[in-house]
């Protein structure tokens, strides 16, 4: 953990910081990055690992068939 957050969130908040920077040429991106991290920070106060879990959920869970018609993974026949 790093700052309060796992390592790989800290590196996608610093990737979206440095887009949003480069995008806007402001040095407002930074407290977005604030807000982003904070977010991060009571998400992994009950779960330090959330981020990671959710990351390999998303990579391994598979789209059903139904998916295109209601838009999210639907086991229900």
């Known amino acids: 953990m790093f700052a309060g957050v796992t390592y790989s969130y800290f590196i996608i908040n610093a990737a979206v910081t440095t ?5 806007t040429r ?11 991290h904070m977010v991060g920070y009571f ?3 009950r779960e ?3 981020f ?12 059903t068939k139904n998916w295109k ?3 999210c ?5």
């Open 19 to 23: 887009e949003v920077f480069l995008v």
């Open 43 to 45: 998400a992994c106060l």
């Open 69 to 71: 018609r209601w838009g």
């Open 52 to 63: 990671d879990l959710w990351i390999t959920k998303v990579s391994r869970c598979s789209r």
């Open 26 to 36: 402001s040095f407002l991106a930074l407290p977005v990055a604030l807000a982003i």
């Open 48 to 50: 330090p690992r959330v």
């Open 73 to 77: 993974n639907s086991y229900a026949p």
